[in-house]
């Protein structure tokens, strides 16, 4: 597997209990949440029968399947939001019970029949702004949940860019996800596999869609937008979507662990490439959390250190001097990137 970053989450409670943010803090053995409220409490757009089914058995056995997959192995440590960051570097199995757990976890709280949506709200302020109206949004949701083929779900999410935007995904998969094209943090969650609705609704998924578009707790929504806005989650998608450091990042730890076993040889074939990729680095757009004076230094002193690399290749310096100067240049790069976990 490769380098994971390290995340610190802070000021996150240990166990669930409705935020966004105190899911994703959750590590190995995982729970299922209390649900908040009595099976019957959505009737009509939700009949009890299956909200029982949906909570007691679908999550019940996502948690299950998760800690299952998990137990005994070196995967045990991460938190949810670390096996969801990094979904693609893990097993199948894993991947979809976390997301499972995840989405489902997102999906009870943002239910509600007395929270009404509010223009006054951080996040009505942020709907209207972005989509014009609430109906607006409701429409997009609608389509997203619509039109996605087979089983999944339609998202409300927060940008890296700290903007709203609506897409869908398949199966248990969610924006936050490294294998979503769409990166970011959910606000709310609509569930379209057919266990969310078929007994009630049959295979009629538009009439669910707009039944529980009526039946969102807008004042949990907006719980999970203004905690989003400041959350480490948004900001380590937000780096992991900077495409040049991603690209630097490939061939510094191509060419800087095996000199640590005292293998040059990568660096030596790889030197003008990593001046390259340095100089996309540097001339490409900085994330708006990443753009300070003192990271923007560390890339003009990337590129620097880079150039001089290069040199020292072409006149064939010593192993001890090369590996010297990739040390020091990897310190320079860790100022950008931050800690990588092993």
């Known amino acids: 597997m490769k380098h994971l970053i390290h995340i610190a989450i802070i000021g996150i409670l240990a166990y669930f209990t409705g935020s966004a943010a105190h899911l994703q803090a959750q590590t190995y053995p995982f729970e299922l949440p209390k649900l908040p409220y009595a099976y019957s409490a959505l009737e009509p757009v939700v009949d009890a029968a299956t909200m029982e089914i949906h909570y007691s058995k679908h999550h019940a056995a ?21 096996l969801m960051l990094y979904a693609g570097e893990f097993e199948e199995v894993i991947k979809n019970n976390a997301g499972g757990h995840y989405n489902h976890s997102l999906f009870w709280n943002i239910l509600g029949l007395n929270s009404p949506f509010s223009a006054q709200s951080e996040v009505g302020k942020a709907v209207i702004a972005t989509f014009g109206s609430v109906d607006s949004l409701n429409k997009l949701l609608y389509k997203a949940g619509s039109t996605r083929f087979g089983s999944g779900w339609a998202w409300l999410y927060v940008t890296p860019e700290k903007k709203l935007a609506v897409c869908s995904s398949p199966n248990q998969d969610n924006p936050i996800m490294d294998v979503s094209p769409n990166r970011g943090v959910p606000v709310l969650g609509i569930d379209v596999w057919e266990h969310a609705y078929y007994l009630k609704y049959q295979n009629k998924r538009t009439d669910y869609l707009t039944a529980i578009l009526t039946a969102v707790n807008w004042e949990a929504v907006n719980k999970n937008y203004t905690e989003a806005l400041v959350s480490p989650l948004l900001k380590t998608i937000e780096k992991e979507t900077w495409t040049e450091l991603s690209n630097f ?3 510094m730890a191509g060419t800087f662990h095996p000199s640590e076993e005292g293998d040059l040889k990568p660096i030596r074939e790889r030197s003008g490439e990593f001046l390259e990729k340095a100089k996309a680095l540097q001339a490409g757009k900085i994330p708006a959390s990443f753009n300070t004076p003192e990271i923007r230094k560390s890339i003009d002193d990337l590129v620097k250190g880079a150039g001089e690399l290069n040199q020292m290749v072409a006149k064939k310096a010593s192993d001890k001097a090369l590996a010297k100067k990739l040390t020091e240049l990897h310190d320079v790069f860790h100022t950008i990137q931050g800690l990588c976990r092993h």
């Open 62 to 82: 996502y948690v299950k399947n998760l800690n299952a997959a998990l137990k005994g192995s070196k995967d045990e440590r991460y938190t949810l939001d670390e």
């Open 249 to 251: 990042h490939e061939v």
